[in-house]
Each structure stands twice: as C-alpha cells, then as structure tokens.
Nanobody, 126 residues
Framework: QVQLVESGGGLVQAGGSLRLSCAAS????????MGWFRQAPGKEREFVAA????????YYADSVKGRFTISRDNAKNTGYLQMNSLKPEDTAVYFC???????????????????WGQGTQVIVSS
C-alpha cells in the first residue's frame, strides 16, 4: 500500500506557473514509476506526464510538452509537476499515481497505474 497526497493547486492567471507536489508514504516510493493525470469537468482522465523510478526518463502528453516538467526527489518521497505558461485549457483536477513496473511512452492509461492520490484543483483564468 502507498498513500499519495497532492498539493500545490490553486487559481492562476493564464501565462502563470504552479508547482504541484505528490507526497508518498507507505510502500517504497523510490522504486515506483510516477505519473500525473488530469481530469476536467465532463471529460475523461487524461495522461499528463510520467517519470521512471530513477528519474532518468520522462514522458509527456503533446499538449504539455515544453511547458510542464515532471521530476522527483526519492530522498523526500515526493514527486513534482512544474507547470509553466499555463493556459485556460489546463484547468482540471490533477492526480498523481504510481506503479511498480516500468514505463514507456505508451504507459499513458489510468488503468496502468495502481495507486492514486485524491487530486488537487488547478484553475487557470483567462
């Protein structure tokens, strides 16, 4: 078992930045791949970014590539999502998730991740 708690969401103007955090406790976070997903009202949950357990490799949705950066600090059992140049269409609840298996550019389905946080709301105003 692992518990994930997201934080850092809020209201920001278009063009602004936010950094989301995902604090993990329980099962060893450092050996898990981590992903960020988001879900806007009336839409399905979608992949945003993922990072390997070591932090060496990361993958991004095309919609956020070049604007968002995923990272992790295994010593702190925490993952991050730095979001820059935010757009109104980035408005959503953001979730972190983990899986104890490898990831590739195609590990983008919510069902491929075992544990989830409760989410943090991000609102980008125009």
């Amino acid at each position: 078992q692992v518990q994930l708690v997201e934080s850092g969401g809020g209201l920001v103007q278009a063009g602004g930045s936010l950094r989301l955090s995902c604090a993990a406790s329980g099962r060893t976070f450092s050996s898990a791949a981590m992903g960020w997903f988001r879900q806007a009202p009336g839409k399905e949950r979608e992949f945003v970014a993922a990072i390997t357990w070591s932090g060496v490799s990361a993958y991004y949705a095309d919609s956020v590539k070049g604007r968002f950066t995923i990272s992790r600090d295994n010593a702190k059992n925490t993952g991050y999502l730095q979001m820059n140049s935010l757009k109104p269409e980035d408005t959503a609840v953001y979730f972190c998730a983990v899986r104890w298996a490898g990831i590739t550019a195609t590990t983008t389905e919510p069902g491929q991740y075992a544990y989830w946080g409760q989410g943090t709301q991000v609102i980008v105003s125009s």
